[in-house]
Protein backbone atom coordinates (compact mmCIF):
# COMPACT_ATOMS: atom_id res chain seq x y z
CA UNK A 1 0.00 0.00 0.00
CA UNK A 2 1.56 3.50 -1.20
CA UNK A 3 1.56 6.58 1.43
CA UNK A 4 -1.75 7.68 2.66
CA UNK A 5 -4.23 4.84 3.00
CA UNK A 6 -3.49 2.60 6.33
CA UNK A 7 -3.81 -1.38 5.44
CA UNK A 8 -7.79 -2.29 5.58
CA UNK A 9 -7.01 -4.28 8.87
CA UNK A 10 -6.13 -1.20 10.73
CA UNK A 11 -8.81 0.60 9.57
CA UNK A 12 -10.99 -2.00 10.87
CA UNK A 13 -8.82 -2.60 13.68
CA UNK A 14 -9.32 1.22 15.05
CA UNK A 15 -13.16 1.17 13.92
CA UNK A 16 -13.36 -1.51 16.47
CA UNK A 17 -11.27 -0.13 19.24
CA UNK A 18 -13.45 3.57 19.00
CA UNK A 19 -16.27 1.30 20.05
CA UNK A 20 -14.90 -0.32 22.86
CA UNK A 21 -14.87 1.03 26.61
CA UNK A 22 -12.04 -1.26 27.10
CA UNK A 23 -8.88 1.54 26.88
CA UNK A 24 -6.78 0.03 23.91
CA UNK A 25 -4.25 2.37 21.31
CA UNK A 26 -3.25 0.69 17.88
CA UNK A 27 -0.33 0.91 16.59
CA UNK A 28 1.08 0.85 12.95
CA UNK A 29 3.93 -2.20 11.85
CA UNK A 30 6.36 0.31 13.06
CA UNK A 31 5.51 1.13 16.44
CA UNK A 32 4.54 4.00 16.11
CA UNK A 33 0.70 4.70 17.66
CA UNK A 34 -1.57 5.82 14.89
CA UNK A 35 -4.88 5.89 17.72
CA UNK A 36 -5.86 5.34 21.08
CA UNK A 37 -9.50 5.31 22.71
CA UNK A 38 -11.71 7.92 24.65
CA UNK A 39 -10.94 4.80 27.53
CA UNK A 40 -7.44 4.77 27.65
CA UNK A 41 -7.83 9.00 27.47
CA UNK A 42 -9.14 9.29 30.63
CA UNK A 43 -5.80 6.75 32.16
CA UNK A 44 -3.30 9.18 29.83
CA UNK A 45 -4.58 11.97 30.58
CA UNK A 46 -4.82 13.49 27.02
CA UNK A 47 -7.42 12.55 24.02
CA UNK A 48 -5.44 11.06 20.94
CA UNK A 49 -6.79 14.25 18.70
CA UNK A 50 -4.98 16.71 21.30
CA UNK A 51 -1.43 14.74 20.76
CA UNK A 52 -1.38 12.92 17.59
CA UNK A 53 0.75 9.49 16.20
CA UNK A 54 4.15 9.06 18.79
CA UNK A 55 6.62 7.61 17.71
CA UNK A 56 8.03 4.75 20.50
CA UNK A 57 10.31 7.92 22.12
CA UNK A 58 7.88 9.64 22.19
CA UNK A 59 5.38 7.63 24.22
CA UNK A 60 7.89 6.14 26.32
CA UNK A 61 8.84 9.81 27.08
CA UNK A 62 5.46 10.60 27.27
CA UNK A 63 3.88 7.93 29.30
CA UNK A 64 6.38 5.64 30.98
CA UNK A 65 5.76 2.39 30.90
CA UNK A 66 7.66 2.03 34.08
CA UNK A 67 8.19 -0.71 35.91
CA UNK A 68 7.61 -1.45 39.67
CA UNK A 69 10.67 0.33 40.98
CA UNK A 70 9.61 2.73 38.39
CA UNK A 71 12.65 2.06 35.94
CA UNK A 72 11.25 2.48 32.55
CA UNK A 73 11.18 -0.74 30.42
CA UNK A 74 13.21 -1.40 27.94
CA UNK A 75 11.31 -1.13 24.75
CA UNK A 76 11.79 -4.73 23.42
CA UNK A 77 10.33 -6.30 26.72
CA UNK A 78 7.18 -4.83 26.39
CA UNK A 79 4.20 -6.29 25.00
CA UNK A 80 3.45 -4.35 21.94
CA UNK A 81 7.08 -4.57 20.89
CA UNK A 82 6.63 -8.48 21.58
CA UNK A 83 3.73 -9.15 19.32
CA UNK A 84 4.98 -7.05 16.37
CA UNK A 85 8.33 -8.68 16.28
CA UNK A 86 7.37 -12.03 17.58
CA UNK A 87 3.72 -12.07 15.91
CA UNK A 88 2.24 -13.42 19.19
CA UNK A 89 0.14 -12.26 21.95
CA UNK A 90 2.11 -10.59 24.97
CA UNK A 91 0.96 -9.55 28.45
CA UNK A 92 2.98 -7.83 31.31
CA UNK A 93 1.95 -5.59 34.04
CA UNK A 94 3.06 -2.11 34.17
CA UNK A 95 2.63 1.63 35.47
CA UNK A 96 1.82 4.03 33.37
CA UNK A 97 2.07 8.11 33.35
CA UNK A 98 -0.57 10.38 32.66
CA UNK A 99 0.58 13.77 31.48
CA UNK A 100 -0.78 15.21 34.08
CA UNK A 101 2.18 12.75 36.39
CA UNK A 102 -0.29 10.66 37.61
CA UNK A 103 0.59 7.11 37.81
CA UNK A 104 -1.35 3.78 37.12
CA UNK A 105 -0.63 0.75 37.46
CA UNK A 106 -1.87 -1.51 34.93
CA UNK A 107 -2.22 -4.78 33.12
CA UNK A 108 -1.49 -4.55 29.41
CA UNK A 109 -2.23 -7.35 26.78
CA UNK A 110 -0.79 -6.71 23.20
CA UNK A 111 -2.66 -8.70 20.37
CA UNK A 112 -0.27 -8.54 16.46
CA UNK A 113 -3.09 -7.66 13.41
CA UNK A 114 -1.68 -10.19 11.23
CA UNK A 115 -2.98 -11.29 7.65
CA UNK A 116 -1.31 -13.75 5.22
CA UNK A 117 1.70 -11.56 4.29
CA UNK A 118 2.78 -9.92 7.44
CA UNK A 119 1.91 -7.92 10.79
CA UNK A 120 0.10 -4.86 10.18
CA UNK A 121 0.76 -3.53 13.63
CA UNK A 122 -0.93 -4.62 16.79
CA UNK A 123 -3.91 -3.31 19.69
CA UNK A 124 -2.98 -3.09 22.76
CA UNK A 125 -5.44 -3.04 25.66
CA UNK A 126 -5.26 -2.35 28.93
CA UNK A 127 -6.98 -1.80 32.23
CA UNK A 128 -5.90 -0.21 35.75
CA UNK A 129 -5.68 -2.93 38.51
CA UNK A 130 -5.79 -2.45 42.40
CA UNK A 131 -2.21 -2.05 43.80
CA UNK A 132 -2.95 -3.63 47.12
CA UNK B 1 -16.08 -2.92 -21.17
CA UNK B 2 -18.81 -4.08 -21.12
CA UNK B 3 -21.27 -5.15 -18.12
CA UNK B 4 -22.61 -8.66 -18.32
CA UNK B 5 -23.94 -8.44 -14.66
CA UNK B 6 -24.70 -5.19 -12.07
CA UNK B 7 -26.98 -7.21 -9.27
CA UNK B 8 -25.76 -8.19 -5.71
CA UNK B 9 -26.23 -10.76 -3.56
CA UNK B 10 -28.31 -13.36 -5.43
CA UNK B 11 -29.22 -13.52 -9.69
CA UNK B 12 -32.43 -11.81 -9.55
CA UNK B 13 -34.74 -12.41 -12.81
CA UNK B 14 -37.94 -11.27 -13.51
CA UNK B 15 -40.34 -8.83 -15.72
CA UNK B 16 -39.30 -6.27 -12.91
CA UNK B 17 -35.88 -6.40 -13.38
CA UNK B 18 -35.62 -6.41 -17.18
CA UNK B 19 -34.00 -3.84 -17.66
CA UNK B 20 -30.96 -3.41 -15.27
CA UNK B 21 -30.95 -6.76 -15.51
CA UNK B 22 -30.68 -9.58 -12.49
CA UNK B 23 -27.36 -11.79 -13.14
CA UNK B 24 -24.74 -10.96 -10.70
CA UNK B 25 -21.51 -9.27 -10.93
CA UNK B 26 -19.33 -9.64 -14.34
CA UNK B 27 -17.64 -6.67 -16.03
CA UNK B 28 -15.68 -8.05 -19.47
CA UNK B 29 -12.78 -5.71 -20.33
CA UNK B 30 -11.40 -5.83 -23.60
CA UNK B 31 -7.84 -4.20 -23.72
CA UNK B 32 -6.44 -2.53 -26.47
CA UNK B 33 -4.65 -5.42 -27.95
CA UNK B 34 -7.69 -7.94 -27.38
CA UNK B 35 -6.42 -9.17 -24.68
CA UNK B 36 -9.44 -10.18 -22.46
CA UNK B 37 -10.30 -9.98 -18.70
CA UNK B 38 -13.15 -10.70 -16.46
CA UNK B 39 -13.74 -9.19 -13.24
CA UNK B 40 -16.04 -11.63 -11.29
CA UNK B 41 -17.71 -14.39 -11.77
CA UNK B 42 -21.35 -13.84 -11.07
CA UNK B 43 -24.05 -15.03 -13.17
CA UNK B 44 -23.61 -12.66 -15.69
CA UNK B 45 -20.40 -14.49 -16.74
CA UNK B 46 -22.73 -17.15 -18.26
CA UNK B 47 -23.65 -14.67 -21.03
CA UNK B 48 -20.40 -13.43 -21.45
CA UNK B 49 -19.28 -16.72 -22.48
CA UNK B 50 -21.53 -17.86 -25.08
CA UNK B 51 -21.01 -14.24 -26.55
CA UNK B 52 -17.02 -14.61 -27.08
CA UNK B 53 -15.82 -15.74 -30.61
CA UNK B 54 -14.04 -18.73 -31.01
CA UNK B 55 -10.70 -16.94 -30.96
CA UNK B 56 -10.96 -15.81 -27.77
CA UNK B 57 -9.81 -18.18 -25.55
CA UNK B 58 -7.42 -16.93 -23.37
CA UNK B 59 -9.32 -14.86 -20.56
CA UNK B 60 -8.33 -14.11 -17.08
CA UNK B 61 -10.68 -13.69 -14.70
CA UNK B 62 -10.15 -11.52 -11.74
CA UNK B 63 -12.04 -12.61 -8.38
CA UNK B 64 -13.10 -10.09 -5.78
CA UNK B 65 -13.64 -12.44 -3.47
CA UNK B 66 -15.46 -16.22 -2.93
CA UNK B 67 -19.03 -14.94 -2.50
CA UNK B 68 -21.59 -17.11 -4.23
CA UNK B 69 -22.58 -14.28 -6.21
CA UNK B 70 -18.99 -13.51 -7.43
CA UNK B 71 -18.40 -16.99 -8.37
CA UNK B 72 -21.57 -18.61 -9.46
CA UNK B 73 -20.95 -18.06 -12.90
CA UNK B 74 -17.89 -20.03 -13.38
CA UNK B 75 -19.81 -23.22 -13.63
CA UNK B 76 -21.92 -21.84 -16.72
CA UNK B 77 -18.71 -20.39 -18.65
CA UNK B 78 -18.76 -22.05 -21.82
CA UNK B 79 -14.87 -21.84 -22.26
CA UNK B 80 -13.95 -23.35 -18.94
CA UNK B 81 -15.33 -26.51 -20.97
CA UNK B 82 -13.90 -26.18 -24.03
CA UNK B 83 -9.98 -27.72 -24.16
CA UNK B 84 -8.78 -25.19 -26.32
CA UNK B 85 -8.92 -22.53 -23.58
CA UNK B 86 -6.53 -21.01 -21.24
CA UNK B 87 -7.86 -19.61 -17.99
CA UNK B 88 -6.32 -17.59 -15.58
CA UNK B 89 -8.37 -17.21 -12.12
CA UNK B 90 -7.05 -14.43 -10.03
CA UNK B 91 -8.60 -13.79 -6.85
CA UNK B 92 -7.81 -13.38 -2.81
CA UNK B 93 -5.36 -14.65 -0.85
CA UNK B 94 -6.50 -16.48 2.44
CA UNK B 95 -4.84 -18.33 5.69
CA UNK B 96 -7.18 -21.03 5.35
CA UNK B 97 -6.42 -22.77 2.14
CA UNK B 98 -5.29 -21.65 -1.44
CA UNK B 99 -7.05 -19.72 -4.05
CA UNK B 100 -7.81 -23.48 -6.00
CA UNK B 101 -9.20 -25.03 -3.32
CA UNK B 102 -11.53 -22.31 -1.94
CA UNK B 103 -13.05 -22.35 -5.51
CA UNK B 104 -13.19 -26.24 -5.46
CA UNK B 105 -15.86 -25.92 -2.33
CA UNK B 106 -18.04 -25.11 -4.82
CA UNK B 107 -17.26 -26.49 -8.05
CA UNK B 108 -17.20 -30.13 -6.18
CA UNK B 109 -20.17 -32.23 -5.16
CA UNK B 110 -22.73 -32.00 -3.96
CA UNK B 111 -22.73 -28.64 -5.07
CA UNK B 112 -21.42 -29.15 -8.65
CA UNK B 113 -21.20 -32.00 -10.84
CA UNK B 114 -17.90 -31.61 -11.95
CA UNK B 115 -14.47 -30.98 -10.34
CA UNK B 116 -12.07 -28.36 -10.77
CA UNK B 117 -9.74 -31.21 -11.73
CA UNK B 118 -12.04 -32.24 -14.60
CA UNK B 119 -12.83 -28.83 -16.09
CA UNK B 120 -11.83 -29.26 -19.86
CA UNK B 121 -10.06 -25.59 -20.07
CA UNK B 122 -6.49 -25.28 -18.90
CA UNK B 123 -7.41 -23.51 -15.57
CA UNK B 124 -4.50 -22.28 -13.44
CA UNK B 125 -5.60 -20.14 -10.04
CA UNK B 126 -3.21 -17.38 -8.75
CA UNK B 127 -3.77 -15.40 -5.12
CA UNK B 128 -3.05 -11.46 -6.24
CA UNK B 129 0.05 -9.98 -5.68
CA UNK B 130 0.82 -6.95 -3.40
CA UNK B 131 2.42 -5.40 -5.85
CA UNK B 132 1.19 -4.56 -9.41
CA UNK B 133 1.40 -7.13 -12.49
CA UNK B 134 0.90 -7.06 -15.89
CA UNK B 135 -1.70 -8.44 -17.95
CA UNK B 136 -1.33 -7.93 -21.82
CA UNK B 137 -0.84 -4.21 -22.21
CA UNK B 138 -2.77 -2.90 -18.84
CA UNK B 139 -1.02 -3.16 -15.40
CA UNK B 140 -3.24 -4.70 -12.68
CA UNK B 141 -2.99 -3.32 -8.88
CA UNK B 142 -5.15 -5.20 -6.36
CA UNK B 143 -6.07 -4.46 -2.81
CA UNK B 144 -7.93 -5.11 0.00
CA UNK B 145 -11.40 -3.56 0.87
CA UNK B 146 -13.70 -3.18 3.75
CA UNK B 147 -16.31 -6.13 3.08
CA UNK B 148 -16.82 -9.52 4.86
CA UNK B 149 -13.87 -11.69 4.32
CA UNK B 150 -10.69 -11.50 2.18
CA UNK B 151 -12.04 -8.80 -0.18
CA UNK B 152 -10.35 -7.12 -3.05
CA UNK B 153 -10.79 -4.23 -5.68
CA UNK B 154 -8.89 -3.61 -9.10
CA UNK B 155 -7.34 -1.23 -10.61
CA UNK B 156 -6.71 -1.51 -14.57
CA UNK B 157 -4.71 0.84 -16.02
CA UNK B 158 -3.65 1.09 -19.63
CA UNK B 159 -2.13 4.33 -21.16
CA UNK B 160 -3.86 7.06 -18.89
CA UNK B 161 -7.16 5.58 -18.43
CA UNK B 162 -7.84 3.42 -15.66
CA UNK B 163 -11.07 1.38 -14.65
CA UNK B 164 -11.42 1.34 -10.82
CA UNK B 165 -14.07 -1.92 -9.79
CA UNK B 166 -14.66 -1.97 -6.20
CA UNK B 167 -18.28 -4.00 -6.37
CA UNK B 168 -18.28 -5.19 -3.00
CA UNK B 169 -17.14 -2.36 -0.38
CA UNK B 170 -18.10 -0.58 2.78
CA UNK B 171 -15.77 2.13 3.13
CA UNK B 172 -18.29 4.24 6.05
CA UNK B 173 -17.31 1.30 7.92
CA UNK B 174 -16.16 2.52 11.48
CA UNK B 175 -15.13 5.70 9.36
CA UNK B 176 -16.79 8.87 8.78
CA UNK B 177 -16.14 9.83 4.86
CA UNK B 178 -16.53 13.44 4.97
CA UNK B 179 -14.44 13.71 8.12
CA UNK B 180 -11.69 11.60 8.31
CA UNK B 181 -8.45 11.43 6.63
CA UNK B 182 -7.92 9.28 3.67
CA UNK B 183 -5.42 7.20 5.87
CA UNK B 184 -8.81 5.56 7.35
CA UNK B 185 -11.13 5.41 4.88
CA UNK B 186 -10.46 2.19 3.02
CA UNK B 187 -9.92 1.58 -1.17
CA UNK B 188 -8.89 5.45 -1.42
CA UNK B 189 -5.72 4.68 -2.78
CA UNK B 190 -6.80 2.22 -5.14
CA UNK B 191 -9.14 4.38 -6.48
CA UNK B 192 -7.47 8.01 -6.47
CA UNK B 193 -8.17 9.59 -9.82
CA UNK B 194 -9.69 6.79 -11.93
CA UNK B 195 -11.25 7.37 -15.32
CA UNK B 196 -14.15 5.21 -14.14
CA UNK B 197 -14.73 3.81 -10.68
CA UNK B 198 -17.50 0.46 -10.48
CA UNK B 199 -18.61 0.92 -6.86
CA UNK B 200 -21.34 -0.74 -4.53
CA UNK B 201 -24.24 1.65 -4.01
CA UNK B 202 -26.51 -1.04 -2.91
CA UNK B 203 -28.35 0.19 -0.19
CA UNK B 204 -30.78 2.92 0.52
CA UNK B 205 -30.00 5.30 3.86
CA UNK B 206 -32.77 3.57 5.04
CA UNK B 207 -31.80 0.58 4.02
CA UNK B 208 -28.01 0.94 5.30
CA UNK B 209 -29.25 1.59 8.61
CA UNK B 210 -30.49 -2.16 9.05
CA UNK B 211 -27.61 -3.66 7.68
CA UNK B 212 -24.12 -1.88 8.84
CA UNK B 213 -21.80 -4.29 8.85
CA UNK B 214 -22.99 -6.18 5.84
CA UNK B 215 -20.13 -5.18 3.63
CA UNK B 216 -22.38 -2.79 1.24
CA UNK B 217 -22.31 0.82 1.01
CA UNK B 218 -25.46 3.36 0.97
CA UNK B 219 -25.61 4.95 -2.26
CA UNK B 220 -24.68 8.32 -0.70
CA UNK B 221 -21.18 6.99 0.55
CA UNK B 222 -20.82 5.59 -2.93
CA UNK B 223 -21.36 9.30 -3.90
CA UNK B 224 -18.92 10.80 -1.32
CA UNK B 225 -16.85 8.28 -2.09
CA UNK B 226 -16.11 8.68 -6.01
CA UNK B 227 -16.21 12.82 -5.09
CA UNK B 228 -13.25 12.25 -2.23
CA UNK B 229 -11.24 10.30 -4.91
CA UNK B 230 -11.77 12.68 -8.01
CA UNK B 231 -12.76 10.02 -9.96
CA UNK B 232 -14.03 10.65 -13.70
CA UNK B 233 -17.33 9.30 -13.46
CA UNK B 234 -19.21 6.64 -11.21
CA UNK B 235 -21.01 3.91 -12.27
CA UNK B 236 -22.78 2.46 -9.55
CA UNK B 237 -22.94 -0.96 -9.02
CA UNK B 238 -24.52 -4.31 -7.04
CA UNK B 239 -27.70 -3.27 -6.98
CA UNK B 240 -29.98 -4.57 -4.20
CA UNK B 241 -32.22 -7.48 -5.13
CA UNK B 242 -35.45 -6.09 -3.83
CA UNK B 243 -34.48 -3.31 -6.16
CA UNK B 244 -37.05 -2.88 -9.48
CA UNK B 245 -36.15 -1.47 -12.47
CA UNK B 246 -38.63 1.32 -11.43
CA UNK B 247 -37.10 1.61 -8.05
CA UNK B 248 -33.83 2.00 -9.94
CA UNK B 249 -34.92 5.12 -11.78
CA UNK B 250 -35.85 6.61 -8.76
CA UNK B 251 -33.03 5.95 -7.00
CA UNK B 252 -30.64 7.50 -9.80
CA UNK B 253 -33.11 10.47 -10.32
CA UNK B 254 -31.88 11.10 -6.12
CA UNK B 255 -29.13 10.04 -6.83
CA UNK B 256 -28.18 12.94 -9.76
CA UNK B 257 -29.60 15.21 -6.83
CA UNK B 258 -26.89 14.51 -4.72
CA UNK B 259 -24.50 13.84 -7.06
CA UNK B 260 -25.10 17.67 -7.92
CA UNK B 261 -24.72 18.98 -4.82
CA UNK B 262 -21.52 17.40 -4.63
CA UNK B 263 -20.12 19.05 -7.42
CA UNK B 264 -20.81 16.49 -9.80
CA UNK B 265 -21.84 16.42 -13.53
CA UNK B 266 -24.94 14.22 -13.99
CA UNK B 267 -23.26 12.79 -16.71
CA UNK B 268 -20.44 11.53 -14.96
CA UNK B 269 -22.91 9.41 -12.93
CA UNK B 270 -24.69 6.35 -14.02
CA UNK B 271 -26.29 2.97 -13.05
CA UNK B 272 -24.87 -0.13 -13.87
CA UNK B 273 -27.11 -1.55 -16.50
CA UNK B 274 -26.90 -5.25 -18.21
CA UNK B 275 -25.10 -5.40 -21.37
CA UNK B 276 -23.89 -1.88 -21.38
CA UNK B 277 -20.99 -1.22 -22.95
CA UNK B 278 -18.29 1.98 -22.16
CA UNK B 279 -15.33 2.63 -23.64
CA UNK B 280 -12.43 3.39 -20.91
CA UNK B 281 -10.81 6.18 -22.07
CA UNK B 282 -9.23 9.55 -20.56
CA UNK B 283 -11.77 12.06 -22.45
CA UNK B 284 -15.30 11.60 -21.48
CA UNK B 285 -16.61 8.45 -21.72
CA UNK B 286 -18.77 7.59 -24.52
CA UNK B 287 -21.50 4.71 -23.89
CA UNK B 288 -23.76 2.69 -26.59
CA UNK B 289 -26.16 0.52 -25.44
CA UNK B 290 -25.95 -3.03 -27.22
Known amino acids: MSAGQRPVELILARSLLATLSTPSFLVDEEGIVVFFNDAASVLLGVRYEEIGRMGPEQWGTAFGPLDRSGQPVPLEELPLTIALRRGHPSHARLRIRSVQGVESEIEAAAVPILTVQRTHGAMVFFWQVDER | ?290
Not at chain 2, 74 to 86: K, R, V
Not at chain 2, 216 to 232: G, I, K, N, P, T
Request: proline residues 6%; aromatic residues 8%; contains cysteine.
Open chain 2, 1 to 290: MKIWGARGSVPSPGPETVRYGGNTSCVQVTLSDGTLLALDAGTGIRSMGLALAEKERRINILLTHLHMDHIQGLMFFAPAFDPTSEIVIWGPEAPDASLRDRIARYISAPLSPVEVRELPCHVSFNEAPHTEWEIGPATIRAASVTHRGPTLGYRITEGDASLCYIPDHEPSLGADLAVDGDEWISGVELARGATVLMHDGQYTSDEYSQRVGWGHSRLSDALLFARRVEAQRLVVFHHDPLHSDDFLDVFHGSAVERWSDLGGAATELEFATERRELLVDRAPPSGRSS
